[in-house]
């Protein structure tokens, strides 16, 4: 598969470290056109490739690092193309006439986890080389569409003056709680839609782990880059012809991997809350994860639905179970802006969740119960 690079200004220096560089080096303008159809047309017009893949330069102090997600996405009926930078979304060049029917770079990628764009199968989801995910979908499904998402490889502090999520709005007490929650081996959950921020903070609380831990980070796709020495990642493998590997399968391995902590990219089904509850019910404190929720509370009721979904533990005893699991749940949204930001913090016992924090409180409220002990 080709490999995409960015570009460089006309003196070779690299983009500002808040530029964004969208590049394919078969779109360099000065190269002859090689296709039949360009022959004796002199040089490649303005046109571009239907794939186009964008890199955000991280700027040379992390901790000017800010949360972002960078996505291309390219639309092949009629050329249209979106790309979503630090917090908006931006209109690249458009596509030329014959680039927009172009299905190499989508059958390229479907290739590369070997997997064929069909009609039976019109959408597939793979992983770059570089870490970023990929996903295609053809008719009759909709498109000819082609989105590719990069992830920051820098984790972003939760305390400083700037590019924080201090300086997204988190309280300086808020923050010095979750530290020392990570700390003292507590359970957390990150909640917040799609696009929110929750691997970015996930990838914050992480950071807070001392480097004497072994972790065992277990993702569907391999997203997270915890800067820790004893970090151990686990993938999924999606299910082909025989049977695949999936979350809740790795949580059951990872227990015999003498793990520290169990850090789960997201959970999804029943099966794998069922996995999850186990592991932290046998010792295994201190584990993060996330989950899809329009509040810390919500993500408390979404989590107790997925376990009585399982029918593994019975209904009256699920919130015991869960609020002796989990000790914070911490959720996080995006707003209008396209800012991510630290909405609410909330600990978890027998009662349900309480608030410690919300954006806009003057302070942080005593933890109480079982999460003040182990404080």
Do not use: Q, Y
């Not at 571009?48 to 700027?59: I, K, S």
């Not at 989801?125 to 909709?142: L, Q, T, W, Y």
């Not at 020392?180 to 929750?198: D, E, N």
């Amino acid at each position: 598969m080709r490999t995409w690079r960015p570009t460089t200004s006309p003196r070779g220096r690299r983009p500002s470290a808040r530029s964004t560089s969208c590049s394919d080096r078969s779109t360099d303008r000065r190269e002859p056109s090689r296709t039949r159809a360009g022959r004796g047309r002199g040089r490649r017009g303005p046109g571009r490739p239907a794939l186009v893949v964008c890199r955000a330069h991280a700027p040379d102090d992390p901790a000017r690092a800010r949360p972002r997600r960078i996505a291309s996405t390219a639309r092949g009926r009629r050329g249209r193309r979106a790309v979503r930078g630090a917090f908006r979304l931006r209109p690249p060049p458009a596509l030329s006439r014959r680039s927009r029917g172009d299905r190499r770079p989508r059958d390229r990628i479907a290739a590369s986890v070997g997997r064929e764009l069909t009609l039976e199968r019109p959408f597939v989801d793979a992983r770059m080389r570089d870490g970023s995910r990929a996903n295609a979908v053809i008719a009759p499904v909709g498109g000819p569409t082609l989105s590719i998402r990069k992830f920051e490889r820098i984790a972003v502090p939760l305390e400083g003056a700037s590019g924080s999520w201090r300086a997204s709005g988190l309280h300086p007490d808020a923050a010095a709680l979750l530290r020392r929650c990570v700390v003292a081996r507590a359970s957390f959950i990150v909640s917040g839609a799609t696009g929110s921020g929750k691997s970015t903070l996930l990838r914050s609380l992480a950071d807070a782990i001392p480097h004497d831990e072994r972790l065992i980070v277990i993702e569907d796709t391999n997203e997270l880059v915890l800067p820790h020495p004893h970090a151990v990642h686990l993938e999924c493998v999606p299910a082909r012809e025989g049977g695949g590997v999936t979350v809740a399968d790795l949580v059951a391995n990872a227990l015999r991997m003498r793990p520290d902590r169990i850090i789960v990219g997201e959970v999804r089904t029943p099966r794998e809350a069922s996995a999850l509850l186990e592991a932290l019910s046998t010792g295994h404190e201190g584990s993060l994860t996330t989950l899809h929720a329009g509040s810390a509370a919500g993500a408390l009721d979404r989590l107790e639905l997925l376990l009585a979904r399982a029918g593994e533990v019975a209904p009256a005893a699920i919130a015991r179970h869960v609020a002796r699991a989990i000790d914070v749940i911490v959720h996080v949204a995006r707003g209008r802006d396209g800012r991510r930001a630290v909405r609410e913090i909330a600990e978890i016992g027998d009662a349900g969740a309480r608030s410690l924090w919300r954006a806009g409180d003057a302070g942080v409220a005593e933890p109480a119960g079982r999460l003040a002990a182990r404080l």
